[in-house]
């Protein structure tokens, strides 16, 4: 079996990411010999990384990555990802919204030539006006950078590490999984969706919500969408022109 990097981003998830690593360590214990878990904690201001460092005394394949300020989402995300070792790598958030052992469907659709296991919500469990928000900006977004992957708003893949060595990420806030699938999608790697349950959040907040931060994400999207999608296809109606002959 395919050795195995599972990786948390957390933020003020005390009263969660104690279960992640439980379950984290337990389920990569059933699917190969060769795993570690890393922990991304972007400078919380509550209890988490007092737990992480009990956690660490108890778990020997758990890794901790200490932020001493708060850089971001993706920042975290690249954080884990940098320091990941094992030939895939899983990722969700902290705040037990996904279920860690649905990790078993994904390792098993695994299969040669397959480079991302891309989880995709069965159905959204937040308030109605977050289901709208969430629906609208998938929708959009799918539409913008003509992606192929069903959700791309949903934080549970299975990648292959090669794959994400391969490309460059450069944003620190959310935009990092627009980001990341559009040029894994544009590298070639190939894709296959996985339906995963979501679950209403039982501790904490969502960091992302606020008008600061909508603005910022708006703004970041417009710079990705410019570089990734307007350039290149100016790029390639470049190529594709012939002047006519003399």
Request: hydrophobic fraction near 40%; aromatic fraction near 10%; include cysteine.
């Amino acid at each position: 079996m395919p050795s195995l990097s599972i990786a948390f981003p957390c933020f003020n998830d005390a009263g969660t990411i104690a279960s992640m690593v439980t379950a984290a360590d337990e389920v990569a214990r059933e699917l190969t010999d060769d795993h570690e878990i890393i922990v991304v904690d972007d400078n919380s201001t509550d209890a988490s990384r007092e737990i992480l460092r009990a956690l660490a005394r108890k778990y020997d394949r758990l890794r901790l990555i200490l932020h001493d300020r708060n850089r971001g989402y993706g920042a975290a995300l690249k954080s884990a990802f940098g320091a990941a070792t094992k030939d895939f790598i899983f990722y969700t958030d902290g705040d037990a919204q996904y279920d860690v052992f649905e990790l078993r469907n994904l390792f098993q659709v695994l299969q040669s030539g397959i480079d991302v296991v891309n989880g995709y919500k069965i159905q959204r469990s937040d308030p109605w006006y977050r289901v709208v928000i969430g629906t609208v900006y998938c929708e959009l977004m799918r539409l913008m950078f003509r992606f192929g992957v069903r959700d791309v708003d949903c934080d549970y893949r299975l990648i292959r590490r090669s794959a994400l060595a391969a490309i460059e990420l450069e944003h620190d806030s959310g935009v990092i999984c627009l980001e990341m699938v559009k040029k894994l999608e544009i590298a070639g790697n190939r894709f296959v969706d996985f339906p995963v349950h979501h679950y209403y959040r039982t501790h904490g907040r969502s960091q992302f919500f606020n008008v600061r931060r909508l603005v910022r994400t708006g703004i970041d999207i417009l710079r990705l969408w410019s570089k990734l999608m307007l350039r290149r296809d100016r790029r390639s109606a470049s190529r594709a022109y012939r002047p006519p002959a003399r």
